[in-house]
């Protein structure tokens, strides 16, 4: 059937190359911010996250960098590997109720990376 | 590894009908959410839960849906009608919050609701 969700950026890229995923935030009170990999017919898998006071967090084979000036996320990923394929999104984590927190998930971008 | 689990992982249903969606949150944590993903698009918030009450719900989130923790470790979300606009992937999530900051949500690995 035709697809009416949302247009996917895309990157693709060779096995063993960087890459680097962008992602746009809308709400400047957002004070943290994660990363999800999502693989086909699985839930959102944690990979990294950063809080408002830091704008660099490095985890194996990631780091995620924060400008608050611009309301920027980036994703990077070393040496991708062909597992690293799947659909990448940021989080807001934005203050709900009490101390309670939802977030706000961005569009995604889905990451190919050919053998 | 501690995980978030659900069950079913597919649930087919008539528009109508009556659906209880389950989720086993990781021990330790006190904080639950739904989340919905229609097919194609973003990931929605439906609604947060703690300390055995709604803390937060999308408009999303209306008289026919409802969520309850039965006993010390099932989370459920209710549908009490379904329409054929409810099916999506369900996701179900929960944290451990230090103190009012926000912690990392950890997410089960979804119950796909097919409303025919």
């Known amino acids: 059937g035709e697809n009416v969700g949302l247009h996917l950026p895309t990157l693709s890229v060779q096995e063993g190359d960087n890459s680097i995923i962008n992602c746009a935030y809308s709400n400047s009170a957002s004070d943290y911010f994660i990363w999800y990999k999502q693989e086909s017919g699985k839930g959102p898998q944690f990979i990294i996250d950063?809080?408002?006071?830091?704008d660099k967090r490095q985890g194996q084979r990631v780091t995620v960098l924060l400008n608050k000036t611009v309301k920027h996320l980036s994703l990077q990923i070393a040496a991708t590997q062909p597992g690293d394929s799947a659909v990448y999104f940021c989080?807001?984590?934005?203050?709900?109720?009490?101390?309670?927190?939802?977030?706000?998930f961005g569009k995604g971008t889905l990451l190919t990376v050919n053998p | 590894e501690p995980e978030v689990t659900q069950t079913p992982s597919h649930q087919v249903t008539q528009m109508g009908q009556e659906v209880i969606l389950r989720c086993v949150p990781i021990s330790n944590h006190l904080y639950f959410y739904w989340y919905r993903q229609i097919l194609g698009q973003k990931v929605e918030f439906l609604v947060s839960?703690?300390?055995?009450?709604?803390?937060?719900k999308s408009e999303i989130f209306d008289d026919q849906f409802s969520v309850e923790r039965p006993d010390g470790s099932n989370f459920t979300l209710k549908i009490r009608s379904t329409k054929l606009e409810d099916s999506a992937m369900y996701f179900c999530?929960?944290?451990?919050?230090?103190?009012?900051?926000?912690?990392?949500?950890?997410f089960g690995p979804g119950t796909r609701l097919t409303v025919l």
């Open positions: 839960f703690y300390n055995n009450e709604i803390s937060e």
């Open positions: 999530a929960s944290s451990e919050t230090l103190a009012g900051v926000p912690d990392t949500q950890y």
């Open positions: 989080a807001e984590n934005k203050a709900g109720g009490g101390s309670n927190y939802k977030l706000t």
């Open positions: 950063i809080r408002s006071n830091m």
